[in-house]
């Protein structure tokens, strides 16, 4: 138990080390295009790969930009947290994508089209809703 307790504790700095660096620390504009927020890192058991999620708001292009942005500054953030953290080996370091709110949004929707048929007193088909 103390490893998975290190590893939880190596997330919890790792998540907090690199929203600084989104704040003053990344001077690639592209990682601007969309307002960023770590939220979630699952760092591997060995401490080697450190997988960073975020949540990109903006358009279809902003986010694709950011992530541009995200991948290129991987080097650099791997880099820093060497430098900020004490750990034998720094983790690799991936950005991806975290899509559950927009996935959140839509089972919202549904859910509210549902009631609101529901309400008028039309009967539900599958087929009826949309993805």
């Not at 720094?90 to 929707?109: I, K, Q």
């Amino acid at each position: 138990m103390a490893t998975s307790r290190r590893v939880a504790r190596v997330s919890a700095t790792i998540k907090r080390e690199v929203s600084q660096m989104l704040i003053n620390g990344i001077k690639d504009d592209r990682v601007g295009a969309g307002l960023v927020s770590i939220t979630d890192v699952d760092v591997a058991g060995d401490l080697q790969h450190a997988k960073i999620f975020v949540s990109i708001y903006g358009t279809d292009e902003a986010k694709a930009e950011t992530m541009e942005g995200l991948k290129a500054a991987q080097g650099y953030v791997r880099r820093e947290l060497g430098q900020r953290m004490k750990l034998r080996r720094t983790p690799e370091v991936t950005f991806t994508e975290d899509r559950s709110f927009d996935r959140a949004v839509n089972v919202l929707n549904v859910l509210n089209q549902i009631t609101a048929e529901q309400k008028a007193g039309n009967s539900i088909n599958a087929q009826d809703i949309e993805d």
